[in-house]
């Protein structure tokens, strides 16, 4: 296997694990800051943005993506 083929399955299953990977075959549309947004909407929106900039996963290296 090559350095991408591992980082490839760490990216599948990473993005998997939290739902992601139907943004990374369909893609994403950022939804556009407007009046028509309430002022909690916008909060939740600017929340949601400030957690997936978090690290929030365990390191996985290429030893253990077989056991997962």
Not at 26 to 42: L, M
Not at 43 to 52: E, G, M, N, P, S
């Amino acid at each position: 296997k090559t350095n991408y083929d591992n980082w490839c399955l760490q990216m599948k299953t990473l993005l998997g694990s939290q739902s992601l990977w139907d943004i990374v075959e369909k893609g994403f549309r950022e939804p556009e800051e407007d009046e028509d947004q309430s002022v909690a909407q916008i909060a939740t929106l600017k929340k949601t943005r400030v957690k997936d900039k978090s690290p929030s996963h365990p390191k996985c290296n290429p030893r253990c993506l077989p056991l997962l």
